[in-house]
């Protein structure tokens, strides 16, 4: 965004188309009072202001600078045929400086646009790979009586929300707490909920002994007031009250979440757990929310995994901000008994976001393969690479089962709409 806010906007630019010829008038007239416009000059030199201006602010503005200039030819006696030809000759000048603007400010915007949606996909793959990572060795290392790792862990609790239709009762959120007990060293924290902006929080689950919620804490006081997490490192000792951190998420709807963290042990209080917190607690709420969001989906297909229609609809929420979120590549595959040899051969290829569906239609059968944050080259790699090895491991099978594939881009459309045209129950896309 920074891009955006540097460039030019189209509406500026009139402050200087003004006064920059009236100075350059008042100034000229006053040096050389025969020739204000320096016509005898080798060089138009006061050319180069409706040129600068074009070039910055695009023509209107510079129309107007060339007008000011020309306004002197109403009290100097240019000869009529040299400011006809130096007038034409300016205006010239702007009309191409104007359309050289006109054209750079859409190439830098659009260059601008698309750094920003790399930014948004870098940092949803950064927050994967950071879970990733942390659940290599601090897990097993602190969960001494079931060591799991933060995968098995968070797959549990996926499981659960799904089971729930995404609702955090108070059972799913005091197994998150526990959690992160276990991998932060949360020794007193609570949970909250609030239903609108004047409702007063309720307790959904506690962890530890829990003191009474006080809303002019700090901390608390700047999340909420702020809408965003906060914590106590800008804080001086003595501003220190209850909470060493509060995290906030808000949905679209109203609700909020907050997460009051009252104690951790010592060597657990670091900048490092703080952020392994706000992570895992804004990906539950976020997963919480598609799942509510995804049961439209499950209730009409009801063969649709869970994973699909949540990862499904978060992209389609996310195609109505940025464009190119992925693709969903279509197999139309023959309902024989060598189509499932296929499909578990496609699922030991698919790569770590991927996910599958396999939907018995009136024309046989159809597996979709969801591509999050692909390209059209991702797209066509991931088919290069599929169905050769399929082809190489077992040809006469993929010969008898494959009819025909496409890959389909995800857009902003009403998840039913694309996910029906997908499955050609209506119009195809």
Known sequence: MGMLTALPRRSEGWLEAILLPIGALLLSNFLRPHDPLLFTQGFPWLMLIPLLIALRYAFLPALASMMILASNFLWHPYPLGVSLELAAGTLLVVLIAAEFSAYWFRRETGRALEEEITATRLRQLADDLYVTRISLDRLEQSLLYKPVSVRSALEDLRRSLIANRGILNQEIVSRVLYFLNQLAGLQVAAWYSRSGANAHPVLLASFGDV?????????????????????????????????LSVHVHREEVGVAYYLAIEEMSFFAISRENLQIVEVLFQYLCNYSNAVQFSQQLLQRWSDCPPEFAVDFLQLQRLAKIVVHVGF????????????????????????????????????????????????????????????????????????????????????????????????????SP
């Open 328 to 427: 969903c590549v279509r197999y139309v595959l023959r309902d024989a008994q060598q189509a499932e040899a296929i499909v578990r051969s496609m699922e030991n290829l698919r790569r770590g976001l991927d996910v599958l569906w396999l939907h018995r239609g009136d024309n046989g059968l159809y597996l979709l393969v969801l591509l999050p944050f692909s390209g059209q080259s991702a797209v066509e790699g991931y088919l290069r690479r599929v169905e050769t090895q399929i082809q190489e491991s077992c040809p006469n099978d993929w010969e008898k089962v494959f009819q025909r594939r496409d890959a389909l881009e995800l857009d902003g459309r009403d998840a039913v709409v694309q996910i029906r045209a997908f499955l050609e129950e209506g119009d």
């Open 211 to 243: 003191a009474a919620l006080n809303e002019l804490d700090p901390v608390w006081y700047h999340a909420v007031a702020q809408s965003h997490s906060q914590n106590i490192a800008g804080l001086d000792l003595a501003q220190i009250q209850q909470y």
